[in-house]
């Protein structure tokens, strides 16, 4: 057998050099990749807790059911169970699970960063509402800002690893909830064409909104027709009961064809079971207690069935994002959603650190690999969040993307074919050079199954020392810096600009 290839030349190797220092050609860590693979309950445990979900829906039923959807629900075979509690029989429960919409499409304002949520897809995504942020200068927090608003939607749109966007942190220099909702959602329409999230604080402030997306998409009734943000709504609140400012916007926004996320946030030993099984069975029931909603206004419209277990420190109350409790109970949640043939969300990588330090690395990683490998389909707050998503960090979200590229890696796993075990390349190494270095097989693979990242450092201790000795936060600071100095996208066209900024009080 004869070497793969002659003896190198110099000007061979200044190519390969060349070709190695290349970005790959395609992406060896796609988003969308295949999830399911980690299974903390057994097929029974499912089962038990499903039916005990059940049986709260039926026997407790939901409290402070606001009357016009009291009025539906009785309509379509709920039950008056007294002292104003309204019960789901389990045929209901079922019926609205078989009706509801299994996938559908998120769309991006750019067609090429649609994404279809359901079935086995994880997609690392943000959320949250941080009061404070990480100040790039200071590293010290601060409150946040409509600056820091625009400024965080413009880097997340450089990041290829982040699918979609949610308003990551509120304007608290924005005190009217009007004008707040407004320049929130104007921050997501100039700055990136993903798919894209916010919220309604009423339902009052849908309509006018909704003014403003369809400007944007083309003209009236446009944007019903490809609807390109979805709503972050939480009908229910904890325990087992509706609240009707939420139960208005989600009426609001079937109206508009807004496609939800449906948001349960209970709190193990606060505001649900500190067992972590009778959690789960909680948060399951409450959550569908909003898909049984949506469905009986509209069937099959598209809710993502978003049920995040949230934990308390119950020692001090505090709450604990980034605990092993968070890791299991919403992959846990991912397993029962997507069980239930439900698009799934979840909440993940919401490290309680407030410094970009050990603490933040580990339970960041921990939490959203675990939420990966349970099949999360949107896994929400895994961007850019930090100190328990009290604050958001411009850092965090350049050090999470390259880690959302591990774990997509981790996902899709081993491809082995007859090609890619080798045998003729491996004969061709061992009785040639006696290495692997110049093969064309390597080459490939290359090209093909390897992840590089942009900001790790693997250099060595020398060459690290000669180029400033520089920590994971202290480079991921001068990219970000980087990239709000240079990047300034303006999605909006002239005209499309001038007329928002004629119908709103747009204050950027």
């Not at 359901?118 to 997609?123: F, K, L, S, T």
């Not at 496609?259 to 946030?265: K, N, Q, Y």
């Not at 193990?268 to 949506?294: H, I």
Request: glycine share 8%; net charge negative.
């Amino acid at each position: 057998m004869t070497q793969d290839a002659a003896k190198p030349t110099r000007s061979g190797r200044k190519a390969r050099h060349a070709q190695r220092a290349a970005p790959v050609k395609t992406n060896p860590a796609p988003a969308g990749a295949v999830g399911g693979f980690y299974k903390p309950l057994a097929d029974a445990d499912l089962e038990r807790i499903y039916a005990t979900a059940l049986r709260l829906l039926a026997e407790l039923g939901m409290g402070e059911v606001p009357d016009r959807l009291t009025r539906d629900l009785l309509a379509a075979g709920a039950t008056d169970l007294g002292q104003g509690r309204i019960g789901f029989p389990k045929d209901m429960v079922e019926g609205a699970i078989r009706s509801s919409a299994k996938e559908f499409v998120l769309y991006g304002r750019d067609p090429a960063r649609d994404i279809t949520v359901g079935g086995d897809r994880v997609y690392f995504g943000t959320g949250g509402a941080a009061v404070t942020t990480l100040d790039l200068e200071t590293e010290v927090y601060r409150p946040s800002t409509l600056t820091d608003l625009h400024d965080f939607t413009r880097l997340q749109d450089t990041l290829d690893n982040v699918a979609w966007f949610t308003r990551c942190c509120i304007a608290t220099d924005v005190p009217d909830m009007y004008d707040l909702d407004v320049n929130t959602a104007y921050a997501l329409m100039r700055n990136t064409t993903k798919p894209v999230a916010t919220a309604f604080t009423i339902a009052d402030h849908v309509d006018p909104i909704v003014k403003m997306f369809d400007i944007v998409a083309g003209g009236p009734g446009e944007f019903a027709k490809r609807p390109f943000v979805k709503a972050h709504i939480s009908p229910v609140i904890s325990p087992m009961r509706y609240g009707e400012d939420a139960v208005d916007v989600v009426y609001k926004c079937i109206e508009h064809n807004i496609p939800m996320s449906c948001i349960t946030a209970a709190q193990a030993g606060a505001t649900a079971p500190a067992t972590l099984a009778g959690f789960l069975a909680q948060s399951l029931a409450e959550t569908l207690a909003s898909l049984v909603m949506v469905n009986v206004i509209s069937p099959g419209f598209p809710m993502v069935f978003s049920n995040w277990p949230l934990v308390v420190d119950l020692r001090t109350g505090a709450f604990a994002g980034g605990s092993g409790e968070t890791a299991v109970l919403n992959a846990a949640s991912a397993q029962l959603s997507n069980w239930l043939g439900l698009p799934s969300g979840i909440a993940c990588s919401m490290t309680d650190a407030k410094a970009i330090d050990a603490q933040y690395g580990v339970e960041k990683a921990m939490t959203s690999l675990a939420a990966a490998l349970a099949g999360g389909n949107l896994i929400y707050e895994s961007s850019g969040m930090t100190a328990a998503l009290l604050g958001a960090s411009f850092e965090a979200f350049i050090l999470d993307d390259e880690m959302h590229a591990m774990t997509y890696r981790v996902l899709r796993g081993i491809e082995v074919t007859e090609d890619n075990l080798g045998f003729d390349a491996i004969c061709r190494s061992v009785l040639g050079d006696g290495h692997f270095l110049g093969s064309t097989a390597t080459y490939a693979a290359m090209e093909r199954d390897y992840h590089y990242p942009k900001l790790a450092d693997r250099a060595q201790p020398r060459v690290w020392a000669e180029e400033g000795a520089l920590d994971a936060w202290a480079r991921a600071k001068t990219h970000g810096i980087n990239v709000l100095e240079t990047y300034h996208p303006n999605y909006l066209s002239a005209e499309q600009d001038a007329e928002i900024r004629r119908l709103f009080n747009i204050l950027s």
